[in-house]
């Protein structure tokens, strides 16, 4: 990496930065635990509007004026207008089941 190369004074705000960075991801982590316990365990509502299945990350957004995002990579083509949905906890984060769609995908909340 040559960091050899580099003088103690140069060494020392690298490491600084990389001291920085981990604490700031420390503390965005810190602030997603906390927004995820501020949610119910379990919320049942419908799509507003059509749903096309899942592609990567697909927003979903819900008759009650919440807009989640899909976090964990799944591909399933379904189409159906104003299927219900059930969001519910699990041990990483939240999965939302869709109506007519037989694996829950994972979630976070936009809004």
């Known amino acids: 990496m040559g960091l050899q190369k580099l003088t103690s004074d140069e060494r020392d705000k690298i490491r600084i930065q990389l001291i920085e960075m ?3 991801g420390v503390e965005e982590g810190r602030k997603q635990v906390s927004t995820v316990g501020s949610l119910p365990r379990v919320i049942e509502s419908k799509i507003d509007g059509e749903f096309e299945g899942w592609e990567g990350e697909t927003l979903i957004k819900l008759i009650n004026g919440q807009i989640w995002q899909q976090s964990e990579y799944h591909y399933h083509y379904h189409y159906a ?11 990483v984060g939240y999965k939302m089941l869709v109506e007519g769609v037989d694996k829950p995908v994972g979630v976070i909340q936009l809004k």
């Not at 207008?81 to 041990?91: A, D, K, L, T």
Request: proline share 7%; glycine share 0%.
């Open 81 to 91: 207008y104003m299927p219900e949905v059930v969001i519910y906890r699990s041990s």
């Open 22 to 24: 981990y604490l700031k």
